[in-house]
């Protein structure tokens, strides 16, 4: 059996994470720039087959590759967030429909849900991987839409990837909210090695206490700076490189990394690499090779200034 991957693309302020798991199905969270994702996937390779379509929220940075997979590949299933109480664009609504016509069974998720993408059920196949996936319940949604503080980043869906020992917790667009639920659900409660850090780094979706309580050796942020909303923001840059500080940790940027690949092996172990491509251009024009420290004292020096 093969090791899992999991790739981290550098599509700059957007997100897309492609797993491939130990029986070589692929998973693949939220899907931006389709040339790259189609780039990535021809790389990792496989039968044509996306085993798990997750579109974490409705936001083009998120979903605007996902037409694309859905005409091309074989998808067999797909999670996404709730659109009851936020409509989202025509765009998404298009997603949502083409879903229905090819009779690909859909999940909107509004609360929590254990998928093995390898097969396999709880207790019996607890050793092999696992995805849990918290999408955002309905009172949160209800209250935040009644004091008109909803926007589409609290509807994301959150994701902790389990095998064996190795952990690894995916927080898409998340904000302070969409964390407390986190917390309800008592899903802060284990480390990790592992965190894609919520909302491209701002002050919004990964404050310092959650670094704390997760405690990963490695953040990955997915972003480039200079992007349209300027993320990671100041505070969160500043966050980062406080963090970073640590003897045991580091945090990654991937408009400085490039695309960042996670082989992890059976006993939990994990290597990094990096292909050190910018956001626009393919992964498969670059050779992977360690991944270079993100100099966040710079950051924060020229944010502030």
């Not at 083009?60 to 859905?70: F, I, K, P, Q």
């Not at 209800?142 to 869906?157: A, F, R, T, V, Y």
């Not at 802060?188 to 990963?216: D, I, M, Y």
């Not at 300027?230 to 400085?256: H, N, R």
Request: some cysteine.
């Amino acid at each position: 059996m093969c090791a899992l991957e999991i790739y981290v693309l550098s599509v700059g302020q957007g997100d897309t994470a492609i797993i491939k798991t130990p029986r070589g199905n692929v998973v693949v969270i939220d899907a931006y720039r389709p040339s790259k994702v189609k780039d990535a996937l021809d790389i990792i390779g496989g039968d044509g087959t996306i085993a798990h379509l997750i579109v974490t929220h409705p936001h083009l940075d998120h979903y605007n590759a996902v037409s694309r997979l859905l005409d091309t590949y074989a998808v067999e299933q797909v999670s996404l967030a709730p659109f009851w109480h936020y409509a989202g664009t025509a765009m998404y609504h298009q997603i949502i429909n083409a879903v229905e016509e090819k009779d690909i069974p859909a999940h909107f998720l509004g609360g929590y849900q254990r998928s093995y993408p390898d097969g396999g059920t709880y207790p019996e196949y607890e050793g092999e991987l696992y995805l849990e996936l918290l999408g955002p319940p309905n009172d949160i949604l209800e209250g935040l839409d009644k004091w008109n503080e909803l926007n589409p980043n609290h509807l994301s869906i959150m994701t902790r990837l389990r095998y064996g020992r190795f952990s690894m917790v995916l927080a898409a667009d998340a904000q302070m909210e969409n964390w407390f639920h986190y917390d309800r659900e008592g899903m802060l409660e284990e480390e990790c090695n592992v965190l894609k850090a919520a909302h491209h780094g701002s002050k919004r979706g990964t404050q310092f206490e959650r670094l704390e309580r997760l405690a990963p050796e490695l953040v990955i942020v997915s972003s480039e700076l200079g992007g349209t909303h300027d993320l990671p923001d100041l505070v969160g840059s500043a966050i980062f490189l406080e963090y970073d500080k640590g003897e045991d940790y580091s945090v990654a940027l991937t408009g400085k990394t490039g695309t960042i690949k996670l082989s992890v092996d059976a006993g939990g172990y994990y290597d990094v690499v990096s292909y050190g491509e910018g956001p626009s251009e393919l992964i498969s024009t670059h050779a992977p090779g360690p991944m270079p420290q993100t100099d966040w004292s710079q950051i924060v020096a020229d944010k502030v200034s």
